[in-house]
């Protein structure tokens, strides 16, 4: 198959990453490069085959809902960008 | 005098000077600082804290003297990849995205690591994110290999390799999602260790590939990868992934010659691609072996082939997941202006703006272009084409393990299909890079441990790596497996000549 830059434009969007047109042009090439690469992961027979997420299996795990310690929240917004007293800011989320 | 408390030091050679009294932890640790500045020309130390390093180490000493009981790795100063949260210190992960984030808490390794009475010493270098397999895509520059200051150290941990082959450390942790620990261990000339997925807690660990990423230890010998394993391996709360069994005594079992020396020889680990010096000294290993007395038996992974695909698929779909928390809102970077700039924009709204500017400018190359791979394998339409036929292939790739496993012990192959190459030949080439990993890259998707032992130098002088892969949760034969080629041998002896 071969992704359109009209594609892998809306990718970008997507995955929240602003693109140059030139950007634009490198990762189509090398996204196109990778997916032909990748192809040959329809040769062997899967038929039947579970997929499998976890090399060591996992189960999930349990525990009591006991109430613990948590980040205080100076330390929470100790690394934000902007904030103000108690929350993060970010623009205008409601017009 | 400094210069010779280093020479030829490893972990355990230290511990016995400490806890003998002959050197205290502050005077190591002066010696090491010394040292790296002297080397800072390696690029090996993003972040390291002369103050904060010395302090632990009056700490250690002070408990020393008054007779109070030490830690396994008491004054022992240990190298930290940028990756793993030290509490108040700077963690980068090699990215302009966290240049100036400051965790608020300790890795589940960091504590560890501390209760064991180590001194964390610094911060190292490493591909952004640990998306990588030469540390060139860190936002910092990239670490020159000690031994040719014009060649790789491998990657992505390649700092702690570098830190550990240039004695700047005695030992070091690093991250392994699909080789980052065993290629650089293995071109830098030094010991690596992969544990299986769940032995080492990842809290604290910054998520590349969840169901991948493993923490382990650099060193000169296998008896300081026992000692710093056993330091941070076990159960934790704050890891659901993290597995209850009890963690051996490795270091008591190191010189015990494994019950079973069964070492299987897999074909598809010697095919197209591999250097003939690389092949040449891996071959050297298997008659080391023999000698020894193991069996040596050809094996067969036919779809280890689909290993490098499948764990291209697998990872970026899981990086474009946990990398989207780098949004600028609540830690890391925020662009300035998120005013549209290309055609399109201007439909978005405000907040995807400042988003996409601020991810844009904290992001590099590699860690974008897998970001958008992932983004692309998990969207609608294609993600059972891509992202559901790559699991179903990793299950093809750990039955595979499992079945050579019935025969033997232990996999033996060569760790990199090359010696470290030149900085700046594979950048332009993303395929060619992530080929530098086709034989570590198994190992993750299946779970298993794995580790590169030094096993030659090529005619120009470059450490060759030798891997052995064992069953889940064998780390402990493993080790042992790995001590019968140490001890028949000196190539982790050899240090690089630095000036």
């Not at chain 2, 280093?6 to 003998?20: E, F, G, P, R």
């Not at chain 2, 197209?272 to 040449?280: I, M």
Request: with cysteine; hydrophobic share 40%; charged share 25%.
């Amino acid at each position: 198959m071969s992704l359109s830059t009209r594609e892998v434009a809306k990718v970008a969007v997507l995955a929240r990453l602003r693109l140059s047109p030139e950007e634009l042009e490198t990762f189509t090439g090398q996204l196109n490069a990778i997916v032909d690469y990748v192809a040959q992961l329809q040769e062997p027979d899967t038929s039947g085959v579970e997929p499998l997420a976890h090399g060591v299996e996992v189960r999930n795990v349990f525990r009591d809902d006991a109430r613990g310690p948590s980040l205080p929240r100076e330390a929470a917004l100790a690394n934000a960008p902007k904030r103000n007293e108690e929350s993060f800011l970010v623009p205008a989320v409601l017009d | 005098m400094n210069a010779d408390l280093l020479k030829d030091a490893t972990a355990a050679s230290l511990l016995a000077k400490l806890n003998a009294g002959e050197i205290r932890s502050e005077e190591l640790v002066r010696a090491y600082l010394d040292r790296a500045e002297a080397l800072k020309r390696l690029n090996v130390f993003v972040h390291l804290d002369p103050e904060r390093a010395l302090d632990q180490a009056r700490a250690v000493d002070a408990d020393r003297a008054a007779g109070r009981p030490v830690g396994p790795l008491a004054g022992v100063p240990v190298a930290i990849k940028d990756v793993l949260c030290v509490d108040g210190e700077p963690t980068t992960c090699g990215s302009r995205m966290l240049k100036d984030f400051r965790p608020p808490y300790d890795a589940t390794a960091i504590v560890r690591l501390r209760r064991a009475g180590a001194i964390l010493f610094g911060k190292t270098n490493m591909d952004e994110f640990a998306m990588g397999s030469s540390t060139e895509n860190s936002a910092y520059g990239p670490t020159l290999n000690p031994w040719d200051e014009a060649r790789i150290p491998g990657g992505s941990s390649g700092g702690s390799a570098a830190a550990v082959a240039a004695d700047l450390a005695p030992v070091s942790l690093g991250t392994d999602t699909g080789g980052s620990i065993r290629q650089p261990a293995a071109v830098c000339g030094v010991v690596g260790l992969k544990p299986t997925y769940g032995r080492v807690s990842r809290y604290g660990l910054i998520a590349f590939a969840s169901s991948l990423d493993q923490i382990g230890p650099f060193s000169h010998d296998l008896a300081d990868a026992a000692l710093v394993l056993q330091a941070i391996s076990g159960r934790d709360d704050r890891d659901a992934t993290s597995v209850d069994r009890p963690v051996p005594d490795y270091l008591a079992t190191l010189d015990r010659k494994p019950e079973s020396l069964r070492i299987g020889v897999a074909r598809e680990f010697f095919g197209e691609g591999l250097d003939p010096e690389v092949e040449a000294a891996v071959r050297e290993a298997v008659r080391v072996y023999e000698k020894a007395g193991a069996t040596i038996k050809d094996v067969s992974l036919p779809n280890s082939k689909y290993g490098v695909p499948a764990y291209y698929i697998v990872a970026p779909a899981e990086c474009s997941s946990n990398l989207s928390r780098y949004d600028g809102t609540i830690f890391g970077h925020r662009a300035e202006d998120w005013s549209p700039k290309y055609p399109g924009e201007e439909e978005l709204h405000p907040l995807v703006r400042m988003m996409m500017a601020s991810r844009a400018e904290g992001f590099g190359a590699e860690v974008k272009r897998r970001i958008m791979l992932g983004t692309f394998c998990l969207s609608a339409g294609y993600a059972d084409q891509y992202y559901n036929q790559a699991l179903k292939v990793r299950r093809l790739i750990r039955n595979d393990f499992d079945a050579a496993f019935r025969d033997v012990d232990v996999i033996l192959g060569p760790t990199s299909p090359s010696p470290a190459f030149k900085l700046g030949e594979r950048t332009a080439d993303p395929l060619a890079m992530y080929l530098s990993d086709i034989y570590t890259i198994t190992a993750n998707l299946a779970g298993i441990p794995g580790l590169s032992v030094p096993c030659g130098l090529t005619k120009s002088g470059l450490p060759i790596g030798l891997q052995l892969l064992a069953p889940a949760f064998a780390e402990e034969n493993l080790l042992r497996t790995a001590r019968v080629f140490e001890r028949e041998t000196d190539w982790n002896r050899k240090r690089p000549a630095l000036a």
